[in-house]
T-cell receptor, first 115, second 122 residues
């Protein structure tokens, strides 16, 4: 079984400040890792994913994340946030060898960017 | 590419009625579709996984007779909430995953999510 822990339920920041949203996972097998963003009353949009290769992954909207296998972490970062980045962010993991590719989600982090 | 739609985007119904939600992959063939439920300010909870042409696999605690899932074609899956009650009110989100073959490979290693359906049962 696998699990995902998002350590912060809410992260308030000021516009143009850097931000890091933390994600740790637990799994006994190799995994794929994902970050999704959800705006109010909408579905999920993929920000970035780690499947293999370089541990530093760059995504859309200026976000990036680094896969750290020894620390079982996949923290999401952005050097300078905008008001429009205010949203709920979900970290997710799935078993890389699984046949159905089921995702396990963290509880989410609400990022609020203040002017 | 890799767009998933859901219909309706919102629905209000009376207690005891059944509601059908459609999930379509618009530009790829979805060999696997997933149905999630999301309560306010909470994460997504997987309800069931369906592969085209076969019965859905339900997660523990999800009533298969209450939440009927049909995946009759490679581009369409439906979720029917039967005899809906107020506690079934929620945001339902589907996702789809393509096959590993050919030019659809880009849809294989990722789930593509629909915009969600807000169900309110009075």
């Amino acid at each position: 079984a696998q699990s995902v822990t998002q350590l912060d339920s809410q992260v308030p920041v000021f516009e143009e400040a850097p931000v890091e949203l933390r994600c740790n996972y637990s799994s006994s097998v190799s995994v794929y890792l994902f970050w999704y963003v959800q705006y109010p009353n909408q579905g999920l949009q993929l920000l970035l994913k780690y499947l293999s290769g370089s541990t530093l992954v760059k995504g859309i909207n200026g976000f990036e994340a680094e896969f750290n296998k020894s620390q079982t972490s996949f923290h999401l970062r952005k050097p300078s946030v905008h008001i429009s980045d205010t949203a709920e962010y979900f970290c997710a993991v799935c078993h890389s060898g699984g046949s159905n590719y089921k995702l396990t989600f963290g509880k989410g982090t609400l990022l609020t960017v203040n002017p | 590419g890799a767009v998933v739609s859901q219909h309706p985007s919102w629905v209000i119904c009376k207690s005891g009625t059944s509601v059908k939600i459609e999930c379509r992959s618009l530009d790829f063939q979805a060999t696997t579709m997933f149905w999630y439920r999301q309560f306010p300010k909470q994460s997504l909870m997987l309800m069931a996984t369906s592969n085209e042409g076969s019965k859905a696999t339900y997660e523990q605690g999800v009533e298969k007779d209450k939440f009927l899932i049909n995946h009759a074609s490679l581009t369409l899956s439906t979720l029917t909430v039967t005899s809906a009650h107020p506690e079934d009110s929620s945001f339902y989100i589907c996702s789809a995953r393509g096959s590993a073959s050919g030019r659809q490979y880009v849809t294989y290693n990722e789930q593509f999510f629909g915009p969600g359906t807000r169900l309110t049962v009075l």
